[in-house]
């Protein structure tokens, strides 16, 4: 049994105390962060309205190049995993505890830290087993990543906007975590999930996100999720009840989407004759997230002890 709604963001939270309107435990951080946001001027559109098609919100989003990733880090996006609702659990124990099954938790932390679990992951159809420290299997995958946010306006943002996002329960999935490193900084132009029958969702939750945030898409990324909607053109975007996923697993559509182009195959990682020294050398080696056992791995990187560092 789950036992908690996913936490607010930072902005969420400014907008509760800020008497922004009321918030119930299956609101999603974005439709508040949307109201928040606007009201300060900083998010052109909002969360789409339920029942909108993916189809109708990718047509209403602006359509720019890529801007430079000049001045990117992960940590422009806030701390990895804040706590962003103070209720001691981070963002990524938040998303682990909605998203597997049968999951445990480590003795003295209040069901927060989850030790293990099952998940039935979107992104290749398997089943797959969890285990806290040993490094490989699930990953937290943002779903709008966030080196492509910072390519499509996050450069722009403050601070608290950014950390917003990448905390947002909107636009984080457990998933297989070879997936996600193949997946990269990339979007629909360069990668879609290998599970054809979960790309409608897919791509329909990257549409509600950037709309909710006021990101822009790119024309080969407009184009690749457009070839996908064509199989499936009634797909909604999450509402925002659904977005905070009351089941375990995101539903996926059974309409057979067409795919895409063939994505890009990833660049491999170049990791050094022994442990990387930091976060920063494994990002730029394409690297990270690096988990227990892979070439490069350091501990002293994995700061929680849960065998994936530089996340």
Known sequence: MKRRALPLTALAAAAVLTGCGPVGVTTSASAVV????????QVSQGAPAPGR????????????????????????????????DHNGCDTRNDVLTRDLTDETYKAGTHDCVVTRGTLADP???????????????????????????????????????????????????????SENRKKGDGDAASWLPPATGYRCAYVARQVAVKATYGLWVTSAEHDAIARVLTGCPDQPVPTPASSTLASSTPATSTAAAT??????????????????????????????????????WNAALDRDGDGTACE
């Open 123 to 177: 992104y290749t159809g398997t089943s797959i087993g969890f285990v806290r420290g040993s490094g490989a299997s699930v990953d937290i995958d943002h779903v709008v990543a966030l080196g492509d946010a910072w390519q499509t306006g996050a450069d722009r943002w403050d601070d608290a906007r950014r950390t917003a996002l990448a905390n947002d329960p909107a636009n984080l999935l457990a998933v297989d975590y």
């Open 53 to 84: 098609t993916a189809v109708a919100v990718l047509a209403s989003l602006p359509v720019k190049g890529r801007a430079p990733m000049t001045g990117y880090a992960r940590d422009q996006f806030g701390p990895a995993w804040a706590d962003v």
């Open 259 to 296: 795919p895409a182009a063939t994505a890009p195959a990833a660049p491999a990682s170049t990791a050094p004759a022994g442990p990387f020294p930091d976060c920063t050398a494994a990002r730029a080696a394409g690297a990270a997230p690096l988990h227990s056992g892979d070439p490069g």
């Open 34 to 41: 949307s109201e928040a946001a606007q009201a300060a001027g």
